[in-house]
């Protein structure tokens, strides 16, 4: 069982940053694929970056050249650098840990942008 920690989350101003943290336990999270999803209110929930354990990296096309996922894998520890924040951001933001055959999610972190 691999327990996902996140932080980072909360209120900031249209065009502002934040950045998201998700601490994960166990011994393999240097192999894993570390992904941050959202959902917002009434809408599913999606991927918006993923990076995978050779720190090639994947994005929505609606936050490509906004945020940066990175990874420290001495800290087990991955990154959601999110700038130029948009309203149409707001969603609680998910980190999850994949490699096959098993899937965790953390618990979630609101991030809320106002107009």
């Known amino acids: 069982q691999v327990q996902l920690v996140e932080s980072g989350g909360g209120l900031v101003q249209a065009g502002g940053s934040l950045r998201l943290s998700c601490a994960a336990s166990?011994?393999?999270?240097?192999?894993?694929?570390m992904g941050w999803y959202r959902q917002a209110p009434g809408k599913q929930r999606e991927l918006v970056a993923r990076?995978?354990?050779?720190?090639?990296?994947e994005y929505a096309a609606s936050v490509k050249g906004r945020f940066t996922i990175s990874r420290d894998n001495a800290k087990n520890t991955v990154y959601l650098q999110m700038n130029g924040l948009k309203p149409e951001d707001t969603a609680v933001y998910y980190c999850?840990?994949?490699?096959?055959?098993?899937?965790?999610w953390g618990q979630g972190t609101q991030v809320t942008v106002s107009s």
């Open positions: 990076i995978h354990n050779g720190d090639s990296a």
């Open positions: 166990g011994s393999l999270f240097s192999i894993a694929t």
């Open positions: 999850n840990w994949f490699l096959i055959p098993n899937n965790y």
